[in-house]
């Protein structure tokens, strides 16, 4: 047993809320309720003993926490006059009740997943800004071998997000349902993704859109068009959050918020965002083009 214990964890699944309940039971539901930074957790449960299997290694990632406040706007069964009225085309927003995806949730666990689409070849590009990298492999492999929460450490992220050969996902496409609003002149394209906690892009822009959370959590930062971000694009989210965010004026930061499975978030034409997995995700965009 060891005295110096590590509350490094991933709120991603009933092993890691084990885990946390281990190291400080007390903290359990506020740790898996809201924010807790790697700080607070480390300072919270530092003097208790623990199992030598639960001690951190040197490479292993911190936690990511929810932010303190959300400050995009959240609407329920929202009408789609008020959408276009205030949001479509002025600032990004977040819609519950738009979609029911619970069927194509089904379809998305990584058993179902791995039992249709483990063969398929897919494409993944480095989560940077540009994603110029692009590298091919069997789907399983990338869920088995890759599929881990994100090295804090590390430069790179390799993302499994868009690039899909569409025949042979449509199996599984033509089960999700996207959201009801549509912007006039604009066909919509999907991007579907399943990523480690801890990955994200950085900031980038490009036309309107929405993201569905399948499973899991996805942070979101978003700057209007006008508000070039400080950033750097080949670092990745994470380090953007640990390094430069700490130290923005309130003025200076971004809109903000966590999107849980089943809400969808809007972003304008040309608005800035960075995206961070706190789980485990399966997600779905659907861009306006
Ligand atoms: O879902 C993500 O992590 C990336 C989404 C994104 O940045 C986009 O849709 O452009």
Not at 65 to 94: H, L
Not at 122 to 138: E, G, M
């Amino acid at each position: 047993m060891v005295r110096k214990m590590s509350c490094t964890f991933w709120i991603q699944n009933m092993h890691t809320l084990r885990r946390l309940s281990m190291c400080c039971p007390r903290r359990l539901s506020h740790c898996a309720t809201r924010l807790w930074t790697h700080h607070q957790a480390l300072s919270t449960c530092r003097t208790r003993p623990i199992h030598p299997m639960q001690q951190r290694g040197p490479r292993e990632p911190a936690a990511v926490a929810e932010e303190e406040r959300c400050t995009v706007e959240r609407w329920a069964n929202f009408s789609y006059a008020k959408f276009v009225q205030y949001y479509a085309f002025s600032r990004p927003v977040i819609l519950q009740g738009l979609t029911d995806n619970s069927r194509f949730r089904a379809l998305c666990s990584r058993e179902r997943l791995l039992a249709s689409f483990g063969n398929n070849v897919v494409r993944l590009s480095t989560a940077n800004t540009y994603s110029y990298q692009k590298v091919d492999l069997p789907f399983q492999e990338y869920v088995e071998q890759m599929l881990h929460p994100q090295d804090p450490t590390s430069l790179d992220t390799l993302y499994f997000f868009g690039d899909h050969n569409f025949t042979e996902w449509a199996s599984l496409f033509q089960h999700y349902s996207p959201p009801t609003f549509s912007l006039l002149g604009t066909t919509p394209a999907y991007s579907f993704g399943i990523a480690g906690a801890g990955s994200g892009v950085p900031f980038h822009w490009h036309g309107p859109g929405f993201s569905e959370v399948i499973y899991g959590r996805k942070r979101w930062f978003l700057y209007p068009p006008e508000k070039t971000p400080e950033f750097h694009p080949n670092k990745t989210t994470l380090s953007w959050l640990q390094n430069i965010y700490p130290a923005l004026t309130p003025s200076a930061r971004p809109l903000e918020c966590t999107i849980q499975a089943g809400e969808v978030l809007y972003f304008p034409d040309r608005w800035w965002h960075a995206t961070l997995n706190l789980d485990t995700s399966v997600f779905i965009s659907t861009f306006l083009s």
